[in-house]
Structure formats: structure tokens, C-alpha cells
């Protein structure tokens, strides 16, 4: 059984890196979601945070997040999911992020 499962990994991974490199196009489908951006700063204001504490609170990076509310980055994919949630749901993320 844990043979059939590591072949079955081995053969979706061997697929992947095919799709990455450009060798596998025919009969992939790909699907991306567009997530919103959100006012970061705007955002901690609502929530009455520092950028300190709302980096800390929420696991991210003290620097980067500074570097998107200077809009000299962007977050992207599962930052900005992240971002989307906080700004929805910020106590369910609180809550998931306790230790």
C-alpha cells in the first residue's frame, strides 16, 4: 500500500516538474483565483494596530509589510489570500495562529 502511494506521489511530482519546465502543456488545465487587493493600511487602522503588532500578530514579515504599504512591492498569491481573510475574518485568523 505505502508503495502504490509513494508512486502515485513520485508520478504527480515527475508531472509537475513537466509542467514547470514547459514539457507537459496538452490536457492541463490550470486554475488561479483572483483575489483582491486590500488597503493594508487602512486595514490596521480599522483594527487599531501598529504595523509591529499587526505584523507580529498575524506572522509576517515586519520589513515586507512595510515595503507594501510604501507600494514598493505587492503581496501575492497566498499573501494576499491571507490579507483578503484578515481583512474579512481577522479574529478567525487570530484564533488559527494561536499557540
Known amino acids: ?54 505584523a507580529s500578530t498575524f506572522g509576517l514579515n515586519l520589513d515586507t509589510l512595510k515595503q507594501w504599504e510604501r507600494g514598493r512591492r505587492s503581496p501575492r498569491g497566498p499573501e494576499r489570500t491571507l490579507l483578503r481573510v484578515i481583512d474579512r475574518e481577522p479574529d478567525a485568523v487570530r484564533r488559527a495562529l494561536a499557540q
Open 1 to 54: 500500500m505505502a508503495s502504490e502511494a509513494f508512486k502515485s506521489i513520485a508520478a504527480g511530482l515527475e508531472e509537475a516538474i513537466a509542467y514547470q519546465e514547459g514539457r507537459l502543456t496538452e490536457g492541463v488545465t490550470v486554475h488561479t483565483v483572483e483575489v483582491e487587493e486590500v488597503d493594508i493600511k487602512a486595514l490596521r487602522g480599522r483594527l487599531g494596530m501598529t504595523q509591529e503588532g499587526f
